[in-house]
């Protein structure tokens, strides 16, 4: 099939809820991605932050292959190998002992909001402005931008939002009822918004005193996005709960809610359940595209490759008046402009290259690891064009 033909049968066959790009991916190899008509496109959006580890990557293929092979599906009725691997491997790479397997970002804070609630015997959760959490109807209410809630009312109880970077605002909203604190430590599709200098630091001391449970959302910033393996090390801030996604199966969908064994433990047998959480197919994906980023020492080329790119965006910024500012950590940076960005996306686009442009004047960028100078400078030289017509 052509594009066209395959744009033909998603509009008549598939729900409209995506505002998607009239490009259709066939294949994709490291940071490179190929279209149906034979295009072959830089990806520095990697699936948004899935393909932390490249496309395909042959370890993530082989072991997909392999236990494919074996067994596929088993319901958590039962014990597997590949769920203990991948819950021991976690522990040994975070701060947290116990994992809740899922399968996706939204099911892993709803587990996270569950378990915070069991732990605590208290109901409220505070979260931000401005943050996203996912698409269920709890997590568009914690989620604190109001075009994702209108006309899905009515909404869960028990979410109050303040300002993020506000630790005054956090304060004064803690009651005798409030079970957590939910926070991206980086604000992803907010438009890639970091904390303010001790920000999350103060939030961790605030919620020890006032025995709130501390929940950080890593969905977007886990495995390696920033150059640290989760975003808490970049702040040297330790919450009690954290849930992953996106990056965590290097492509294969699963999601995990990871915790400290006095948390974990207060989930007991029957409180809370997924049919395919942990499945062996997904955990062995997992296990794999985390050793590869152990074993290929990918932290080191995102803070080394990360530092260029951004680099080279600061001296775009310099160059260019219609950009504002550029922010991020590793291969989680944002390009803020003082024009609506989403034609910018195209064009580069046009040219071969993915970037995506959130919080309408954020060009983000999340490139899979394995991406080299070389397609850096490609990616760079792309977008200078672009701004140089538009300046
Ligand atoms: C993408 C994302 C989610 C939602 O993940 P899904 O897998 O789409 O449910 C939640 N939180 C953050 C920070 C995200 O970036």
Not at 44 to 63: D, M, Q
Not at 157 to 174: C, L, P, Q, S, T
Not at 208 to 229: K, S
């Amino acid at each position: 099939m052509n594009t066209e033909e395959i744009m033909n049968l998603d509009k008549k066959y598939v729900m409209q809820t995506y505002g998607r790009y009239p490009l259709a991916l066939k294949e994709g190899k490291g940071a490179l991605v190929t279209d149906v008509e034979g295009k072959v496109y830089i990806d520095c959006f990697a699936g948004i932050a899935v393909n932390n580890v490249g496309h395909c990557h042959p370890k993530v293929v082989e072991a997909i292959c392999n236990q494919s092979k074996k067994l596929i599906h088993t319901s958590n009725l039962y014990y597997t190998e590949p769920q203990v691997e991948l819950a021991k491997l976690l522990a040994d790479i975070s701060v947290h002992e116990k994992s809740f397997f899922c399968n996706s970002g939204a099911e892993a804070n709803e587990g996270a909001i569950k378990l915070a609630r069991k732990f605590t015997g208290k109901g409220e959760i505070i979260a931000m402005e401005n943050s996203f959490h996912g698409r269920t109807l709890a997590m568009i209410t914690a989620t604190g931008q109001h075009k994702y809630k209108k006309g899905f009312e009515p909404l869960p109880e028990g979410f109050k939002h303040v300002n993020y970077g506000d630790i005054d605002a956090v304060a004064e909203n803690i009651t005798d009822n409030t079970a957590a604190v939910l926070v991206e430590p980086i604000q992803g599709e907010g438009g890639v918004i970091v904390p303010p200098e001790g920000y999350l630091e103060d939030l961790k001391k605030l919620c020890q005193q006032e025995d709130v449970l501390l929940i950080f959302d890593e969905v977007q910033t886990g495995f390696g996005r920033t150059g640290e393996m989760f975003a808490s090390q970049l702040f040297g801030v330790t919450p009690d709960i954290t849930t992953v996604a996106k990056a965590l199966g290097g492509g294969f969908p699963i999601g995990a809610v990871l915790a400290n064994e006095e948390v974990g433990n207060a989930f007991e047998p029957g409180n809370h359940a997924a049919t395919f959480g942990g499945n062996p197919l997904a955990c062995t994906a997992a296990i794999a595209a985390i050793n590869a980023l152990v074993n290929e020492s990918m932290l080191i080329k995102v803070k080394e490759i990360g530092g260029y790119l951004k680099y080279k965006l600061e001296e775009q910024a310099k160059l260019y008046g219609i950009v504002e500012e550029i922010r991020g950590f590793g291969m989680m940076l944002g390009m803020e402009l003082s024009i609506n960005c989403s034609e910018i996306a195209a064009e580069a686009r046009e040219q071969g290259v993915l970037i995506n442009c959130t919080a309408d004047r954020v060009l983000r960028f999340l490139p899979p690891f394995v991406i080299d100078k070389g397609q850096i400078d490609t990616v760079t030289c792309v977008l200078e064009s672009i701004l140089q017509k538009l300046s």
